[in-house]
């Protein structure tokens, strides 16, 4: 496997799990657990990171001729990272929620 397949495969492996757990925060979040949405949020926020290194190792691998498949995983990782702040907004919004119930 080349450096370029490498970075495609984990862009697009990471990029899953970001938005894997982005939607489980949200889950969390609207049934009220907290921590639960927090620990989601945290992962969806690491694995975006994660999406986000092999998105620039695959533009320097591919010396920005990006394939369509390649595209498509460069492009992906790029959302991954909105979705992870979407999921820690969602946490502290439940936070927040909780807090002003007590």
């Known amino acids: 496997m080349t450096k370029r397949e490498d970075a495609r495969r984990r862009a697009e492996t990471e990029t899953a799990a970001a938005e894997l757990y982005a939607a ?13 949405a927090w620990a989601c949020a945290d992962t969806a926020r690491c694995a975006a990171t994660c999406a986000a290194q092999a998105h620039d190792e695959l533009w320097d691998a591919a010396k920005g001729e990006l394939s369509d498949e390649e595209w498509a995983a460069f492009e992906a990782a790029e959302v991954a990272a909105t979705s992870a702040r979407a999921a820690e907004r969602i946490a502290a919004d439940a936070v927040a929620r909780a807090t002003a119930a007590r």
Not at 24 to 35: F, K, L, V, Y
Request: glycine letters at 8%; charged letters at 15%.
């Open 24 to 36: 489980a925060a949200w889950h969390h979040a609207r049934a009220g657990r907290t921590s639960a």
